[in-house]
């Protein structure tokens, strides 16, 4: 694959997503819009305009039909991917963060900033392909009381039966998702880790972290595998 330059933000980037067919990608950044591009040529389909916010992560449906982002600005939007049109906000009064899609993508697993005395939490939100069935407040899942400090990123693990977090204190952690009940926690990094994904098949993950170190990791035991 040659090296592409993508030209298109005015603010720096913080989240970069291919859709599952890798044609296309989307590009979050500071800048409030994130965009639409060819994954081939670079170039820039179009951008979402109605964030307020820096945008700071964003996921892309299967079908690549849909995509979802989380601003800063509190708030969670659903687009139709090629069109741009924004179908569904979901509305909040903290900054969010990250977002991803479960298997079968009946779910949203959502990640919010510590703002005003509340703590930074993990959520699970009802998503529907019938935009109608798409309400506020539908989350099935809230944990507050798990983090010290800004979740950076939230996944899902294997079959949606749980999910694992990163953390600024270097901290992944691992939860039932039925439950919340925290299954296992591992410090892997002495500073904060930036990125944290999953590989196809759900048995590894890679993460980045500001101590200048990239892991890969058993996703079921959180053992190190290499670094």
């Not at 994130?34 to 700071?56: C, F, V």
């Not at 005395?117 to 019938?130: C, D, Y």
Request: glycine share 6%; with cysteine; net charge neutral.
């Amino acid at each position: 694959m040659r090296p592409l330059l993508l030209k298109g933000h005015t603010r720096p980037l913080t989240f970069i997503k291919y859709n599952v067919d890798g044609d296309v990608l989307v590009s979050c950044a500071k800048d409030h819009r994130p965009t639409l591009w060819y994954a081939d040529s670079g170039e820039r389909i179009g951008t979402y305009k109605g964030h307020n916010g820096a945008t700071w992560s964003c996921d892309i449906t299967r079908d690549s039909t849909r995509l979802v982002t989380a601003s800063a600005d509190s708030t969670v939007k659903l687009w139709n991917l090629t069109t741009g049109e924004c179908i569904f906000t979901y509305e909040f009064d903290i900054p969010c963060r990250s977002v991803s899609f479960s298997l079968g993508e009946e779910f949203i697993l959502l990640t919010t900033d510590a703002f005003m005395g509340t703590p930074p939490a993990v959520r699970i939100l009802k998503h529907s392909k019938n935009v109608e069935d798409i309400k506020q407040n539908d989350e099935v899942l809230y944990i507050d009381n798990a983090h010290p400090g800004r979740i950076t990123r939230a996944i899902w693990g294997r079959l949606n039966e749980y999910f694992l977090t990163s953390c600024e204190d270097g901290m992944v952690r691992k939860f039932e998702t039925k439950t919340g009940k925290l299954l296992k926690e591992v410090k892997l990094h002495e500073k904060s880790i930036q990125m944290m994904t999953m590989d196809k098949e759900g048995y590894t993950i890679v993460t980045a972290s500001l101590d200048k170190t990239s892991k890969l990791v058993d996703a079921d035991t959180l053992e190190v595998l290499k670094t």
